[in-house]
T-cell receptor, first 114, second 110 residues
Framework: EAQVTQNPRYLITVTGKKLTVTCSQNMNHEYMSWYRQDPGLGLRQIYYSMNVEVTDKGDVPEGYKVSRKEKRNFPLILESPSPNQTSLYFC?????????????FGPGTRLTVT | KQEVTQIPAALSVPEGENLVLNCSFTDSAIYNLQWFRQDPGKGLTSLLLIQSSQREQTSGRLNASLDKSSGRSTLYIAASQPGDSATYLCAVRNAGKSTFGDGTTLTVKP
């Protein structure tokens, strides 16, 4: 089944404890992206990657890191999480712009930082 | 910077009504526009995608239109059902960036 998977789905952590949220897709998509969703602020893009070893900032990159060493994986790293990073996080992937460029979303990761 | 606005923010209709959700964007240099559905606390389900060169797309009771020059898209839902109750989001793609609207929360009453 074609899908985007995220792990963990739920995470409660404490301020300052480094964490990684994994994202993997099995559709051989070049493009991957991370978003956060907050009440009243909607979905905002954190980082995106057009291909392996190519990443770029979205609208809210502060406090996050990403890497794209393999096509299928795009982990989101919080080096020193803070309570304002409590949010619902979504990973997405899509084929390149020459095709439909339709985004497929993972199920989300609900992160709470205390 | 691209800005996306969805009107209305909330909509309540009786079952069976036809309805229109609106999405407007400020930068017309887009690759595509995608409509999603989101149920409370859940992920995003893609409904329709319109390429920048297209005017509309249809899927079942849903029809989405795109007027790139005026920066507008509409999502038309025919014969609404209680199961259509959800938040509807539109998103525009400019190269690698995606910008979402805040959504329209639809309630369809039996």
């Amino acid at each position: 089944e074609a899908q985007v998977t995220q792990n963990p789905r739920y995470l409660i952590t404490v301020t300052g404890k480094k964490l990684t949220v994994t994202c993997s897709q099995n559709m051989n998509h070049e493009y991957m992206s991370w978003y956060r969703q907050d009440p009243g602020l909607g979905l905002r893009q954190i980082y995106y990657s057009m291909n392996v070893e190519v990443t770029d900032k979205g609208d809210v990159p502060e406090g996050y890191k990403v890497s794209r060493k393999e096509k299928r994986n795009f982990p989101l790293i919080l080096e020193s999480p803070s309570p304002n990073q409590t949010s619902l996080y979504f990973c997405a992937s899509s084929p390149p712009p020459g095709l439909t460029y339709e985004q497929y979303f993972g199920p989300g990761t609900r992160l709470t930082v205390t | 910077k691209q800005e996306v606005t969805q009107i209305p923010a909330a909509l309540s209709v009786p079952e069976g009504e036809n309805l229109v959700l609106n999405c407007s964007f400020t930068d017309s240099a887009i690759y595509n526009l995608q409509w999603f559905r989101q149920d409370p606390g859940k992920g995003l389900t893609s409904l329709l995608l319109i390429q920048s060169s297209q005017r509309e797309q249809t899927s079942g009771r849903l029809n989405a239109s795109l007027d790139k020059s005026s920066g507008r898209s509409t999502l038309y839902i025919a014969a609404s059902q209680p199961g259509d109750s959800a938040t509807y989001l539109c998103a525009v793609r400019n190269a690698g960036k995606s910008t979402f609207g805040d959504g329209t929360t639809l309630t369809v009453k039996p």
